[in-house]
């Protein structure tokens, strides 16, 4: 059974920093593309940040660009997504997925297993 459990997020005020966790087990994320998504209430699940199977490239949003760095410890089986000057319209639950495509994919649709999320609330 695959499980991707996330951690990490919490309450900062504008301008914080936070570093989100996902924690695989049963599959080894060395073998997917992964991606941090997040779905603020009343809106659509959204792409943030993707990393490809191989962890050599890396992609974002516009909006986080330059301020949200994903990366993996594939010793740890585990993906990161470090967010640096955050802004109130940062605030949303916050999920980690990942799929056996090679390449990111901006769709969630793209992505076989999910974390549960977790909450990151930026206040001004």
């Known amino acids: 059974q695959v499980q991707l459990v996330e951690s990490g997020g919490g309450l900062v005020r504008a301008g914080g920093s936070l570093r989100l966790s996902c924690a695989a087990s049963g599959r080894t994320l060395s073998s997917d593309a992964v991606g941090w998504f997040r779905q603020a209430p009343g809106k659509e699940r959204e792409f943030v940040a993707g990393n490809i199977r191989s962890g050599s490239r890396s992609f974002y949003t516009d909006s986080v660009k330059g301020r949200f760095t994903i990366s993996r410890d594939n010793a740890k089986n585990t993906v990161y997504l470090q967010m640096n000057k955050l802004k109130p319209e940062d605030t949303a639950v916050y999920y980690c997925?990942?799929?056996?495509?090679?390449?990111?994919?901006?769709?969630?649709?793209?992505?076989?297993?999910w974390g549960q999320g977790t909450q990151v609330t930026v206040s001004s």
């Open positions: 997925a990942s799929g056996r495509n090679y390449y990111v994919d901006y769709d969630p649709r793209g992505y076989e297993y």
